[in-house]
T-cell receptor, first 117, second 116 residues
Framework: AQSVTQLDSQVPVFEEAPVELRCNYS??????LFWYVQYPNQGLQLLLK??????LVKGINGFEAEFNKSQTSFHLRKPSVHISDTAEYFC???????????????FGIGTKLQVIP | GAVVSQHPSRVICKSGTSVKIECRSLDFQATTMFWYRQFPKQSLMLMAT?????????EQGVEKDKFLINHASLTLSTLTVTSAHPEDSSFYIC????????????FGPGTRLTVT
């Protein structure tokens, strides 16, 4: 079984303040981890991904995330947020391809980031 | 690069009719496409995984006879909602994975379906 938990449904933060959006996961196999951002009435845009290697990954728009295997976490951070960062953020885990060509994809419930001017 | 389009962006249909949603990868070939459904204020729910030239793999609880998926080419997948009912109203999003590429999916802008 595979699951993703985003602990905070909404995170209000003042402009130029730092922010951390939390993501924990569980899986019986090694997985690949992603953060996506969704603006209102739009599809999802990839922010960053962890496939292997360095546990600190940097993405677009100044975001970064750290993979912590022992804590099964992949928290998203930004040192200074802007009004334009107001959006919904989704954490996702994807399992490797199995022999049948199937790949399990699981999204978290999302965290709404509200940047306050 | 890696742009995915969906058509239509919005559709309103009457109960009992069928609606087809197209998902296209515009500048790359996608051997695998995914269809998601998103309810208001909820996460994306994977409905099915579609591989080019083969039958789609549906997630548990998704009616394959109701949500028909066709992946006829490396750049096009379609989702047909048959005999739509008001409870099928939702935001449907497709995504595509690059053929031979890494694991991330590129998402379309979504289709808002309203069944009256």
């Amino acid at each position: 079984a595979q699951s993703v938990t985003q602990l905070d449904s909404q995170v209000p933060v003042f402009e130029e303040a730092p922010v951390e959006l939390r993501c924990n996961y569980s899986s019986s196999v090694s997985v690949y981890l992603f953060w996506y951002v969704q603006y209102p009435n739009q599809g999802l845009q990839l922010l960053l991904k962890y496939l292997s290697g360095s546990t600190l990954v940097k993405g677009i728009n100044g975001f970064e995330a750290e993979f912590n295997k022992s804590q099964t976490s992949f928290h998203l951070r930004k040192p200074s947020v802007h009004i334009s960062d107001t959006a919904e953020y989704f954490c996702a885990v994807i399992s490797p391809w199995d022999s049948g060509g199937y790949q399990k994809v699981t999204f978290g419930i999302g965290t709404k980031l509200q940047v306050i001017p | 690069g890696a742009v995915v389009s969906q058509h239509p962006s919005r559709v309103i249909c009457k109960s009992g009719t069928s609606v087809k949603i197209e998902c296209r990868s515009l500048d790359f070939q996608a051997t695998t496409m995914f269809w998601y459904r998103q309810f208001p204020k909820q996460s994306l729910m994977l409905m099915a995984t579609s591989n080019e030239g083969s039958k789609a793999t549906y997630e548990q609880g998704v009616e394959k006879d109701k949500f028909l998926i066709n992946h006829a080419s490396l750049t096009l997948s379609t989702l047909t909602v048959t005999s739509a009912h008001p409870e099928d109203s939702s935001f449907y999003i497709c995504s595509a994975r690059l053929a031979g590429g890494p694991y991330e999916q590129y998402f379309g802008p979504g289709t808002r379906l309203t069944v009256t």
